[in-house]
């Protein structure tokens, strides 16, 4: 028993082989002659072209066609919608489209030059002005840091960023401070030595440097 299972899956695992073998090799011929196609139809239509192309330059030149039942349809390359063929219209057909087409021609430039005059030009009036809006006479409002920097002149005690934001809100109601905003200005103020840090446990205060503490530092002689 064990040696028919051996044999069987042997067989088994040579035919997967032998199938996976021709799949290949069909996948591969496949798209060899798919190439193929492509080429030979690239070839069908630059010849149908050329021939389109003699065809008119014989007519063009006067030569005389040949005669009916010995010119060969050019075969239709597969893939492409064919269109049908456009039957030669007879002279007197042709001659009556003509002076159709002649007639119309004459009655184009009367029915356009009735329509321009029918149609007069609109001019837009050029739109008023409005006059410039007056900008209203207000004083100019002093700057975040200046607004700091004044209230830590006036303080005797370190302030922190959270009391003067309430201070400067209660002064200027009109104007939104926010917290974070005067932290960043004392901060600047901080490294410009326009303030002096003192940090207490978790808290940070600010105050003022004195005038000769902010003047700056004479260069020293060489």
């Known amino acids: 028993m064990p040696e028919n299972q051996t044999s069987t899956t ?3 695992s040579q035919y997967i082989a032998q199938v996976t073998s021709d799949l290949e090799r069909n996948t ?3 798209d060899r ?3 193929d196609i492509t080429a030979l139809q690239e070839q069908l239509l630059a010849l149908q072209h050329d021939h389109t192309v003699l065809v008119t330059m014989q007519d063009a030149l006067g030569g005389a066609r040949p005669a009916a039942g010995t ?3 050019a075969p239709s390359v597969p893939g492409q919608a064919s269109a049908p063929a456009k039957q030669p219209k007879q002279p007197k057909q042709a ?3 003509a002076k159709e087409t002649k007639e119309a021609t004459k009655k184009a430039p009367a029915a356009t030059a009735k329509k321009t005059v029918a149609k007069k030009p609109v ?3 050029p739109a008023a002005r409005k006059p410039a809006a007056k900008a209203p006479n207000t004083t100019a409002q002093p700057s975040l840091v200046d607004l700091i920097r004044t ?3 006036q303080q005797k005690e370190p302030r922190s960023a959270a009391e003067i934001t309430t201070a400067l809100t209660a002064a200027h109601p009109d104007r939104t401070i926010k917290t974070t905003v005067v932290r960043t200005t004392l901060e600047n103020l901080v490294a410009r030595s326009s303030a002096h840090r003192n940090k207490q446990g978790t808290s940070v205060f600010y ?3 004195t005038g000769s503490a902010a003047e700056p530092e004479p260069a020293a002689t060489a």
């Open 33 to 35: 002659i798919a190439a």
């Open 207 to 209: 105050t003022a440097t």
């Open 123 to 125: 001019t837009k009036k």
């Open 151 to 153: 209230h830590l002149e």
């Open 28 to 30: 591969k011929e496949q």
């Open 10 to 12: 042997e067989l088994t």
């Open 95 to 97: 001659r009556q489209q």
């Open 71 to 73: 010119t060969k349809t």
